[in-house]
Each structure stands twice: as structure tokens, then as C-alpha cells.
């Protein structure tokens, strides 16, 4: 599987609540992880997300879907 950065929104927020795929960063000596958060109108239920990526129906199918475009890989 081919993995591009360009999959990944930068720099903005979520127009819709819910789940979505995420990056996280808690340390930039550590890289990124993949994960799920939850978008609450105006803020993560997550710290440090850096990226998103699009809206899921649940929680298991974010994460699922932030490790299928792990930069990472």
C-alpha cells in the first residue's frame, strides 16, 4: 500500500462533529501516531492532533481508518 501525506488535512478543523481519523504528536522527537478523536463544535476530545483525515461513524472505524494512512508505514 502506497501512503501519500496529501490524504491528511493540515492546519484546520473539522466543519461537522464526530469521529475522525488523527495524528497525534505529544513530542516531535517521537513522529506521529495514528489514532481516533472526536470533534466537539470547536475543539479535540484528543490533545496534540495535528492532522485529521475524513468523518467516520464510529470510533473503531476512525482508528481504523488513521492507521490504513499511518505516514509511518
Not at 501512503?3 to 513530542?27: A, F, M, Q
Not at 517521537?30 to 461513524?57: L, M
Amino acid at each position: 500500500m502506497t501512503v501519500t501525506h496529501d490524504w491528511w488535512t493540515w492546519n484546520t478543523s473539522p466543519t461537522e462533529p464526530g469521529w475522525y481519523p488523527v495524528l497525534v504528536c505529544y513530542d516531535p522527537y517521537e513522529g506521529t501516531f495514528p489514532t481516533s478523536a472526536h470533534w466537539v463544535v470547536d475543539h479535540w476530545n484528543q490533545k496534540s492532533v495535528i492532522a485529521y483525515g475524513g468523518r467516520c461513524d464510529t470510533e473503531a472505524e476512525a482508528t481504523w481508518v488513521a492507521y490504513q494512512h499511518d505516514p509511518d508505514w
